[in-house]
């Protein structure tokens, strides 16, 4: 593959790139930073391109890799503590919300960014991933490496955290 065709796709689809990386890095200026990354490293391994899938895919792929890398990197002690909190509510059968508090928090697109911004990186890749960006399961763990399960434990317990964090939300 050339490097013409690589920077073909991030010209054509750079808006996507960085509405992706947007979306899972929860800051504007670090997903256009993720993008030139992404768009670097698609470059350096182009001569290993193997053709299983179209060049354009192959650079998304890429792209949410290096979203992957830079939250695991990113991630906060105080994040994975409060995953821990919210998964042993969901456990309580008492546990219970407010389902109208959480509808009024979802028609607030802020109070929605910040919720996502809160879920651990395997949580928020799960649920903007599939959610907001419309990958199926299977393309999603392939993209990352995970078994489909895997996948699937993180999408329930990202949307199980959303349903928390709305419910907290003071209007």
């Known amino acids: 593959m050339s490097d013409d065709e690589v920077l073909g796709c991030v010209a054509k689809d750079r808006g996507r790139l960085v509405r992706l990386a947007t979306g899972l890095l929860s800051d504007a200026a ?30 998304q792929r890429i792209c949410v890799n290096t979203c992957h890398d830079l939250l695991r990197r990113r991630q906060s002690r105080e994040n994975l503590e409060a995953a821990v909190r919210r998964r042993a509510l969901w456990e309580d059968p008492k546990y219970t919300v407010d389902p109208e508090r959480v509808a009024l928090s979802l028609e607030r697109r802020e109070v929605v960014n910040l919720a996502i911004s809160r879920l651990t990186a395997d949580q928020k890749q799960a649920v903007v991933l599939h959610d907001v960006e419309g990958w199926t399961g299977p393309e999603i763990a392939s993209a990352m490496d995970w078994p489909l399960g895997t996948f699937k434990s993180h999408l329930r317990r990202g949307r199980q955290a959303l349903v928390s964090l709305l419910a907290e939300e003071r209007p």
Do not use: I, M, N
């Open 30 to 59: 670090l997903a256009e930073d993720a993008v030139q990354e992404a768009s670097l490293k698609a470059l350096a391994a182009a001569p290993g391109f193997r053709s299983e899938a179209a060049v354009c895919t192959w650079v």
